[in-house]
């Protein structure tokens, strides 16, 4: 009977580390310029930033079709493909979001990657790493309290209006009793009392300006554009009226530096910033991929859930903002995930079925023809399980091969940097070719409908948008603050093309409900709450939890 495969977990543990300085050696960092955090982790700083190199040298986006609840493996398809660009001999890092305690802890998992196409040291990463996410959560509560000692000052009150406050506070974990409460019960010595609520950390406003900001003083200013609420007046207040940029910039003075790590065959991996790309932007930080490609001639990263969110908003928020202009794109799609969407159940996903991936091809070929409307090509990468037949692979490469893209096997799970090469060398032609050519898919001049309206017909494939009376209402307050000008960052379902998650494939004959909006005048987009979305996740109802443990050593087990 043959062994079974062993765990994430287990894998990462067995693993020789090398020193971080040997790391960074790699990418000629002088170890001077290191801030470690200990022998495996460090502080990399934003002096490192060559823009002349930045655009020389070449962006390769990875991203996904539409995912079932575990994930494809877009992680561990960019971290294996990162294994494999080394290994034909391109100098290559990747660059990926930190992890959040919420998922960790709940049903999706780590984001440290998989099998043999990690990065380590792989407890650290999914827990509380350099200590970014918890710099985050300070810097968003302290503003909450600033907000609720204005509210309660005498003296130096702004006359803020309790009922117009859109600012929430934050926690990094799963938990949906705090998505709405009741604060300053108790007398006046406790504040004064209004609704308020919690987001999960990855969904702050905070945290997307660190990943937007170019520098520190953009952060600050980016920080000080903080949309709080109106005064009774009816006049906007913004976190600058309340003097709170510097402090707040001040617990952020090492979450804006970039964390340098290593994969499980020794390449370089910058890891920052976490943002959800369902309720967020969904990327790493502008810094973080600019680093990248400042010291190296390919660096892989990744954009969360499906390219009609991540990617989308990678390439018409972050790639604009920061310049950044990726010359390949890699779309990750599983056979369990195409027989997901032509019709199987979830006891189903592992019972092979030409005829089920058959039909749920439709969902990676709506995604293939939203990529090339990107200006890129895209190269399929089907993320290899055990259950795969290969009738199914066939399948997917003769359709793909109509379509004019490849579909490469990506067995990076399995065999590290040596199952990836054939994946690696797909993306070199697709880069030398020099024919993709990256364009926006809106123009941020655009209304803010005339914008939802390109996303959700073009990327989406819906027959219109209707907006609720809360949208319309939120969109003139938008209009008021003249924020007609930013661009649109969809808080939508990862599940599916439209706004219903139960709607697999390829769905057609939809319309997209706009709910409400919310204003990241600091981060600088708007955010258009479609259905039923929530940011603040809840706990499933065994949560993965209930399966770690830490013995007297400090061995951590049950961990993915």
């Known amino acids: 009977m043959a062994a079974s495969f062993p765990s994430d ?80 001999g391109k100098q290559a890092t990747v660059v990926l979001r930190e992890p959040s305690l919420g998922p960790v802890f709940g049903i999706k998992g780590g984001a440290a990657g998989g099998g043999y196409a990690q990065v380590v040291p792989m407890e650290d990463i999914n827990l509380h790493f350099t200590g970014d996410f918890s710099a985050v959560e300070k810097a968003n509560n302290l503003l909450s309290a600033l907000i609720d000692n204005n509210i309660q000052s005498k003296t130096r009150s702004l006359g803020i209006d309790p009922r117009t406050i859109v600012w929430k506070r934050v926690m990094d974990m799963n938990d949906r009793s ?26 702050s406003e905070v945290m997307a300006i660190l990943c937007m900001a170019e520098n520190f003083g953009d952060l600050k200013k980016k920080l000080g554009n903080i949309f709080i609420g109106y005064t009774m007046d009816k006049k906007a207040i913004y976190a600058r009226d309340l003097k709170a940029e510097n402090a707040m910039a001040i617990l952020l003075k090492d979450a804006i530096k970039p964390n340098l790590v290593q994969t499980l065959e020794e390449n370089p991996a910058i890891i920052h910033g976490g943002p959800f790309a369902n309720i967020a932007q969904g990327t790493n930080t502008i810094i973080a991929t600019k680093m990248g490609l400042s010291l190296s001639n390919y660096v892989v990263t990744e954009a969360g859930f499906g390219a009609d969110l991540g990617a989308e908003k990678f390439l018409d928020i972050k790639c604009v903002s920061g310049g950044l202009k990726p010359k390949a794109l890699v779309l990750v799609a599983t056979i369990r995930a195409l027989r997901h969407h032509g019709g199987a159940k979830k006891e189903e996903y592992n019972t092979p079925s030409t005829e089920k991936v058959g039909i749920g091809f439709a969902n990676l070929e709506k995604h293939i023809e939203n990529c090339k409307k990107f200006g890129l090509n895209p190269v399929v990468a089907i993320n290899a399980f055990p259950t795969d037949t290969q009738e199914e692979v066939e399948l997917i490469q003769k359709r793909c091969s109509k379509m004019g893209v490849q579909a490469i096997v990506a067995e990076g799970f399995a065999k590290g940097g040596d199952g990836m090469t054939n994946l690696a060398e797909a993306v070199v032609k697709e880069v030398e070719s020099g024919k993709n050519n990256f364009q926006p898919l809106y123009n941020w001049n655009l209304t803010i409908k005339e914008k939802i309206e390109r996303i959700a017909k073009e990327i989406y494939g819906a027959d219109g948008v209707e907006y609720s009376k809360m949208a319309n209402n939120d969109l003139k307050k938008i209009d008021a603050l003249g924020l007609q000008g930013l661009p649109i960052c969809m808080a939508k379902t990862q599940k599916s093309f439209s706004d219903n998650d139960t709607l697999r494939g390829r769905p057609t004959g939809f319309t997209v409900n706009v709910r409400e909006f919310e204003i990241a005048t600091g981060a600088g987009f708007v955010i258009p709450i479609l259905g039923n979305m929530m940011r603040m996740p809840g706990l499933p109802a065994t949560p993965a939890s209930e399966g770690m443990d830490i013995d007297n050593t400090g061995k951590i087990s049950g961990l993915s």
């Open 9 to 88: 977990i287990e894998i990462a543990q067995k693993n020789e580390m090398n020193h971080i300085n040997n790391i960074s050696s790699k990418l000629s960092i002088n170890n001077d310029d290191l801030e470690l955090y200990g022998k495996y982790k460090a502080k990399l700083p934003l002096s490192i930033i060559d823009e002349k190199e930045v655009a020389k040298n070449n962006l390769v986006l990875v991203t996904a079709l539409t995912p079932t609840p575990a994930g494809e493996g877009k992680t561990t398809t960019s971290i294996g493909l990162t294994e494999g660009l080394n290994k034909i």
């Open 178 to 203: 705090l998505r709405k409460i009741t604060i300053g019960l108790g007398g006046t010595a406790n504040g004064i009392p209004r609704e308020d609520g919690f987001n999960i950390t990855p969904a």
